[in-house]
Each structure stands twice: as structure tokens, then as C-alpha cells.
């Protein structure tokens, strides 16, 4: 039996095991990392393969190419984790996602598809092939005996919540991610106890997708933005203390700051104002002043 890693959450146990989509490069690589620094093998599953073969290969840590938007490849996926894992999955974090450009004036829909197919379908894909082995992996022995402790993170976005107006289906992907997530902690909490569910939601983080460099020189990290390590020492305390939710400050925008913002946006719909009243010039004012008034 493994011994316990007390100051690490109760599924980031030595002798455990996580997958890790967009595990690669970014918040994906340094949960991948911390998670190896408490004595896990960590499976990290990704479409890029230069970043790929840029781990560092060891026992512990394992590589896997796949396209999380594509069925087959979770098939895939989950064979291949009968064989290293021999079934037992106890971390699934489903991280991968992109930001491509979407307008409704582009009467083009491909990047609408292509951004569902990644962020939103990835998360549904990959809950619903894997899933059961982390049920497995946390259910109670035949002796009435608990299993290890199971977790499932999903990274969400905070434009999934507060709806920032200009890439419409990004939005729209991390807001039916959100709901996703939602229903899964409330399922979850009544069949499978042993299984927590968090929703990580990064603020401004200094990776490949907001302007880090993934190869070649790497860019000055602005003074407002985290650094991956720091999105995960925030998981790993919201995930200690039993919370579903991780929205992540950073260093321009305070916890304060985003249940302020986040009061706001669903202000628009209690009290019937037209939608997305913060970015609206006529509003601006009203909303600035609005939402440094609310109590939170």
C-alpha cells in the first residue's frame, strides 16, 4: 500500500495514476509535473507532437498522441491505459482545449465546429470513455473496503461564465462546459462519493494559447499574468478544501474583482437589462459603478 502525501489533495497520491489531456505544454504540463513530484505515473495526451517528444520520457511519465475531438482515438486511449495503467485511472483531467477566431460575420462556420469539436466534445468524449475506469478505480472493494480517492478536473474559462464579447463559440464551448461539469459533480456526489469533480478556471495565464512561445525565443511573461504553476497551486488548495469550483485570480484581476464581474453578468438576466451590459459604451459607466457597489 502506498504511503499518503498529506499536503497534496486526497487523489494526488503516490503509487496513483492521471491522465492528462493538452498535457504537453502549459497548465496541462505543470499538473503533469507537480502530479509526478508525489510519486504518480501520469499519461499525457496530446496532438502535438513536437511537444510531445520533448518530455522527458520515464517510467513514470508516459506520452500519447491523440486528437481529443476524435472517438477514436479515446478508444484508443483507453486501451492503451488497460495496458500501462492496468485499468486503474485515478486523475483524469481534461484540459485540452483551443482559442481560434469565430465571427458571425465569417459566413464560414468551420472554426464554430472545429472549436466545439475540441473544447466542448473533448470534455464529453473523454468523460464518458473514461469515466468508468475511474469509477472503478475509487469503488469499494468486495470486503466494504474503499478504493482510492478519484478525481475529475475540467478546465473551463472565465468567458464561459462572464460571456466577454468577441470569439462567440469559444465562449459558447466553455459556458456548455461549465454545465457539463455542473451536472457531473451533482451526479457524482449521490453514485460515486469516492469521485470529486472540479472545475478549474484559469485568469490570465502566461501559456502557449495567450502568447507564450511553445519553441524557439520565449517571450517576457506580462506582469499581470500567472504562471502555470500557480493555476495549479490554486487547484490544489481549492480541490484540498473540497471545492468544485477553482477560478483562479491573477495579478491584474483579485478573487474580489470576479465574483464583482461575475454578479454583474447574471445581473443582466435578474434584472432583464440587455446582455452583456459591462462591454456596451452606453452602459459603461453604470456597469463600472455597478459593479464596484455589489456586496459580495
Not at 464561459?160 to 464579447?165: A, E, L
Not at 472545475?199 to 512561445?213: D, E, H, R
Not at 469550483?245 to 464581474?261: G, L, Q, S
Request: aromatic share 8%; with cysteine; hydrophobic share 40%.
Amino acid at each position: 500500500m502506498s504511503s499518503s502525501t498529506p499536503s497534496a489533495p486526497a487523489a494526488f497520491q503516490k503509487g496513483n495514476t492521471a491522465l492528462i489531456t493538452g498535457g504537453a505544454s502549459g497548465i496541462g504540463l505543470a499538473l503533469a509535473k507537480r502530479l509526478l513530484s508525489y510519486g504518480l505515473r501520469v499519461l499525457v495526451a496530446d496532438k502535438d507532437i513536437s511537444s510531445l517528444s520533448s518530455l522527458s520520457s520515464s517510467p513514470d511519465l508516459l506520452t500519447f498522441e491523440m486528437d481529443v475531438s476524435n472517438l477514436e482515438s479515446w478508444t484508443r486511449l483507453k486501451s492503451h491505459i488497460d495496458d500501462v495503467f492496468h485499468g486503474q485511472l485515478n486523475v483524469l483531467a481534461l484540459n485540452a482545449g483551443r482559442y481560434i477566431p469565430t465571427s458571425f460575420s465569417n459566413p464560414d462556420p468551420t472554426n464554430f465546429y472545429e472549436t466545439m469539436q475540441t473544447n466542448l466534445f473533448g470534455v464529453i468524449n473523454g468523460v464518458t470513455t473514461l469515466l468508468p475506469l475511474v469509477q472503478a478505480t475509487a469503488k469499494e472493494d468486495g470486503k466494504g473496503k474503499k478504493g482510492a480517492k478519484g478525481a475529475v478536473i475540467i478546465t473551463g474559462s472565465k468567458q464561459g461564465i462572464t460571456n466577454p464579447p468577441a470569439n462567440p463559440a469559444y465562449n459558447a464551448s466553455k459556458a456548455a462546459v461549465r454545465s457539463l461539469a455542473e451536472h457531473l459533480s451533482f451526479d457524482l456526489a449521490k453514485e460515486h462519493p469516492n469521485v470529486s469533480v472540479h472545475l478549474l478556471v484559469p485568469g490570465w495565464t502566461f501559456t502557449g494559447m495567450t502568447g507564450a512561445a511553445t519553441s524557439g525565443a520565449q517571450k517576457e511573461k506580462p506582469k499581470g499574468a500567472w504562471w502555470p504553476e500557480q493555476v495549479v497551486d490554486y487547484l490544489e488548495e481549492k480541490m484540498k478544501e473540497g471545492k468544485f469550483y477553482a477560478i483562479c485570480p491573477d495579478n491584474d484581476v483579485t478573487e474580489d474583482m470576479d465574483k464583482r464581474r461575475m454578479v454583474w453578468a447574471m445581473g443582466d438576466v435578474v434584472e432583464n437589462r440587455p446582455p452583456l451590459t459591462r462591454w456596451r459604451p452606453e452602459w459603461k459607466e453604470k456597469a463600472e459603478e455597478g459593479i464596484n457597489k455589489l456586496d459580495v
